[in-house]
């Protein structure tokens, strides 16, 4: 069983940044494909970004593409998500999740993961 604790939401101004951490816990978190997922008020859970546990290939999704880097260190046990030039739309619970197998042609599915974290909120307001 892994344990996932995620950490870094805030109240940021629109074009701001933030750096969100999920820990991982219980298992090596090299064993883990790693992603980020968000869900705002009144609307589904939404992919974010990926990583897998193999040479740590990224995926993302097309909204967050060239603004959002996923990362992983191994040794920390640590994701992190880094978010830059906020916007608006961008207010979320953003939930860490980990899988030990996962198709890449489905990473994007709320169900292809296993754990969850329970979320940090990020709002994007002026």
């Known amino acids: 069983q892994v344990q996932l604790v995620e950490s870094g939401g805030e109240l940021v101004q629109p074009g701001g940044s933030l750096r969100l951490s999920c820990a991982v816990s219980g298992r090596p978190s090299s064993s883990y494909h790693m992603g980020w997922f968000r869900q705002a008020p009144g609307k589904e859970r939404e992919f974010v970004a990926a990583?897998?546990?193999?040479?740590?290939?990224?995926y993302y999704a097309d909204s967050v593409k060239g603004r959002f880097t996923i990362s992983r260190d191994n040794a920390k046990s640590t994701v992190y998500l880094q978010l830059n030039s906020l916007k608006l739309e961008d207010t979320a619970v953003y939930y860490c999740?980990?899988?030990?197998?996962?198709?890449?042609?489905?990473?994007?599915?709320?169900?292809?993961?296993?754990?969850w974290g329970q979320g940090t909120q990020v709002t994007v307001s002026s």
């Open positions: 999740a980990a899988t030990p197998n996962l198709w890449v042609n489905i990473i994007d599915r709320y169900s292809s993961y296993d754990y």
């Open positions: 990583i897998m546990r193999t040479y740590s290939t990224t």
